[in-house]
T-cell receptor, first 113, second 111 residues
């Protein structure tokens, strides 16, 4: 099992460019999440999808959009990248119950110049 | 959302036990206590979780206070590979989906 797969692993953008971060999970999980992590900081929730067909804002949604394409895939889009969005982005997935663990991808390191 | 409070950093010596505390005074009756850790340059990984009773697995033990307002992650014999940031989060009830992480505790293990 691959678990949670994120692509790309690294990306450099210029200010104003757009891009989509891809995330896929093969564990048949209902819930998926996007987090960002700035240097020396904890994880901050950008958006989450409790189940297929639903998405909700997290702590820091401004400047991002998401799509829950199907049960497996949850993408994060930056429409007009800004230097403040330079960060490491993690995708995670889980089943719905409170005693279910989260599984994380290996992250995407994004630099916006 | 129920919040957790952890020390910013802790230090331990190799092969000694480590007790990582977490306060969660606003925990609700349906909240599970989860612990994750993040090794350098990696995504977080699950460590352990519990509801009311103490829990053990191959990685660690989780001790939960009787009033559930605090918990302690116990690494019985720290190794250099245990150096990581440890996160304590609550999951359940209203926070079941909107899972928030704080800054965690940076554990340094000295040889």
């Amino acid at each position: 099992n691959a678990g949670v797969t994120q692509t790309p692993k690294f990306q450099v953008l210029k200010t104003g460019q757009s891009m989509t971060l891809q995330c896929a999970q093969d564990m048949n999980h209902n819930s998926m999440y996007w987090y960002r992590q700035d240097p020396g900081m904890g994880l901050r929730l950008i958006y989450y999808s409790a189940s297929e067909g639903t998405t909700d804002k997290g702590e820091v949604p401004n400047g991002y959009n998401v799509s829950r394409l199907n049960k497996r895939e949850f993408s994060l889009r930056l429409e007009s990248a800004a230097p403040s969005q330079t960060s490491v982005y993690f995708c995670a997935s889980s089943d719905l119950a409170a005693n279910e663990k989260l599984f994380f991808g290996s992250g995407t390191q994004l630099s916006v110049l | 959302d129920a919040k957790t409070t952890q020390p910013n950093s802790m230090e331990s010596n190799e092969e000694e036990p480590v007790h990582l505390p977490c306060n969660h005074s606003t925990i609700s009756g349906t909240d599970y206590i989860h612990w994750y850790r993040q090794l350098p340059s990696q995504g977080p990984e699950y460590v352990i979780h519990g509801l009311t009773s103490n829990v053990n697995n191959r990685m660690a033990s989780l001790a939960i206070a009787e009033d559930r307002k605090s918990s302690t992650l116990i690494l019985h014999r720290a190794t250099l590979r245990d150096a990581a940031v440890y996160y304590c989060i609550l999951r359940g009830g209203g926070s079941n989906y909107k899972l928030t992480f704080g800054k965690g505790t940076l554990l340094t293990v000295n040889p």
